[in-house]
């Protein structure tokens, strides 16, 4: 038996609900974070307001980063593929532990978000690989043989020092290419840096001016623009032989001697 007073609160609370709009309950919310059975997804802001870090939570690739600008690039990793498959997706971005998905301007975030939350999670729930095996994710600061002290150098700075900044706001740096006789060093964009109104005063300002205070070699950093960088997707094996080992360890000591002064 119920007590009349509690029976009296149990059906005022029926009457409340009851004159509750009927679309109420219908009414679409837009998730900050997306939910699934083992799986917590969080969002950040990045500096590009184009671009959104998405953090599943899990590992997305074991090592190195990978970026898609279309859906032809995407045919290598099965998760870029469904991405792409939602409209206004510009680039797709994928980090150790983030994806970054950037967007065209004139298509608004709530149209975009909870369509990618379903598919990371749906991607996730079904146990499938990011990268196909031949597609590891990219390398681009492995210290090889062939690669002068300098060079060797620059190399870990950008992993040590750059890198790890540059990903917190959801994109990346890579290193392309020094020359030895004008002191160039191009770096390609990645992710949010790529198109971000802020990345060329994070490049020169910020990554340039580092460079040349720890490298003396280096004269100026430049961006390459996509049309120059012709290779989709470039997997760069990793060093092997004492060589490389020696540089990476030379190159560090250097960086800690520059860093002391």
Known sequence: LIPRRCHRS???LARLLSRAPAGLAARPRLPLVGFARGLFIQTENTPNPESLKFLPGKPVLDTGTAEFKSFREAQVSPLAKRLFQIDGIKSVFFAQDFITITKAEETPWSMVKPHVFSH????????GKVLNDANEGISDTQITDDDSEVVAMIKELIETRVRPSVQEDGGDIVFKSFDEETGVVLLKLQGSCSGCPSSSITLKSGIENMMMHYIPEVTAVEAIDEDEDEDDLEILSP?????ARQASNEAREALKSLGDQ
């Open 10 to 12: 149990i059906m005022a």
């Open 239 to 243: 060093p092997t032989g004492g060589k």
């Open 120 to 127: 990371i999670m749906d991607f996730y729930a079904e146990g």
